[in-house]
């Protein structure tokens, strides 16, 4: 007796279906967000590594931001906030794998250390290109621009975490996103969980990636909230924060 499966196309039409229901579950959402704050005290976000180096990303963003690079297929990556590199390394690995496309990751510091870390993981370093500045400086934007403007790219903002940073990052950046492609705002779970008393920040609720982002959809209607990838993400640091353009 031959085994009975869905096809491809109803299999997903039924996954479709299932994470538009979960969407709706607030309750389950507020579970989900209770384990996060919960966990945040033992620093669980941080707890992933890729080939060697953390990610302060959770798993499940990390993957569907995978979801997304197989479906666009950039030519860039812009990466604002890398931190230890784990998740640049992650994206260029991606990259590797599609045989195109860089990584420029962005941040106002990265140390030399971390650098040579990052140079000496074989093909996948050689689709990563650093750059040490702060995304709101002028001389950065303008050198950025250069270096993407007219090409596939996905953003993803992962820096300063206040509405006031977040906004004009939006404003900005936003300008160089490919149609279809997207903007990605990192960390709008501070919108929903309470600060981590272990850890003192100038965001929180009200001040935070969430806050920039529901201002920034009320003016620019060139995107939208691509509820294919928010239906279905649960533990995530992103809630609504995955940004398509439409136009």
Same mark, same amino acid.
């Given at each position: 007796?031959?085994?009975?499966?869905?096809?491809?196309?109803?299999?997903?039409?039924?996954?479709?279906?299932?994470?538009?229901?979960?969407?709706?579950?607030?309750?389950?959402?507020?579970?989900?967000?209770?384990?996060?704050?919960?966990?945040?005290?033992?620093?669980?976000?941080?707890?992933?590594?890729? *080939? @060697?180096?953390?990610?302060?990303?959770?798993?499940?963003?990390?993957? #569907?931001?995978?979801?997304?690079?197989?479906?666009?297929?950039?030519?860039?990556?812009? =990466?604002?906030?890398?931190? !230890?590199? @784990?998740?640049?390394?992650?994206?260029?690995?991606?990259?590797?794998?599609?045989?195109? +496309?860089?990584?420029? +990751?962005?941040?106002?510091?990265?140390?030399?250390?971390? /650098?040579? #870390?990052?140079?000496?993981? @074989? /093909?996948?370093?050689?689709?990563?290109?650093? %750059?040490? @500045?702060?995304?709101?400086?002028?001389?950065?934007?303008?050198?950025?621009?250069?270096?993407?403007? +007219?090409?596939?790219? %996905?953003?993803?903002?992962?820096?300063?975490?206040?509405?006031?940073?977040?906004?004009? =990052?939006?404003? *900005?950046?936003?300008?160089?996103?490919?149609?279809?492609?997207?903007?990605?705002?990192?960390?709008? %779970?501070?919108?929903?969980?309470?600060?981590?008393?272990?850890?003192?920040?100038? !965001?929180?609720?009200?001040?935070?990636?969430?806050?920039?982002?529901?201002?920034?959809?009320?003016?620019?209607?060139?995107?939208?909230?691509?509820?294919?990838?928010?239906?279905?993400?649960?533990?995530?640091?992103?809630?609504?924060?995955?940004?398509?353009? %439409?136009?």
């Amino acid at each position: 007796m031959k085994k009975k499966i869905y096809t491809k196309k109803l299999f997903e039409r039924i996954l479709s279906k299932n994470a538009a229901n979960m969407a709706k579950d607030k309750k389950l959402f507020l579970l989900a967000n209770k384990v996060i704050q919960e966990s945040d005290k033992y620093m669980f976000i941080h707890q992933t590594k890729f *080939f @060697g180096e953390p990610s302060l990303n959770l798993p499940e963003d990390l993957f #569907r931001i995978q979801e997304i690079i197989y479906d666009i297929k950039p030519d860039i990556i812009l =990466e604002i906030g890398v931190a !230890w590199g @784990g998740s640049t390394l992650f994206f260029a690995s991606i990259l590797e794998n599609l045989k195109k +496309g860089r990584i420029i +990751g962005l941040d106002i510091y990265i140390p030399d250390t971390l /650098k040579n #870390r990052i140079a000496q993981k @074989g /093909k996948i370093s050689k689709r990563i290109k650093l %750059i040490e @500045g702060s995304s709101l400086s002028k001389n950065i934007q303008n050198e950025i621009t250069k270096l993407i403007k +007219g090409l596939k790219t %996905i953003i993803i903002l992962d820096s300063n975490h206040t509405k006031d940073h977040v906004l004009n =990052e939006l404003n *900005f950046y936003s300008k160089l996103v490919s149609k279809n492609s997207y903007i990605i705002c990192c960390d709008t %779970i501070l919108n929903f969980i309470k600060p981590n008393k272990l850890r003192n920040r100038e !965001w929180g609720p009200n001040n935070n990636p969430y806050t920039a982002l529901k201002q920034f959809l009320k003016y620019n209607k060139n995107f939208i909230i691509d509820k294919k990838i928010n239906n279905k993400i649960l533990f995530t640091c992103n809630p609504s924060g995955y940004l398509k353009r %439409i136009k």
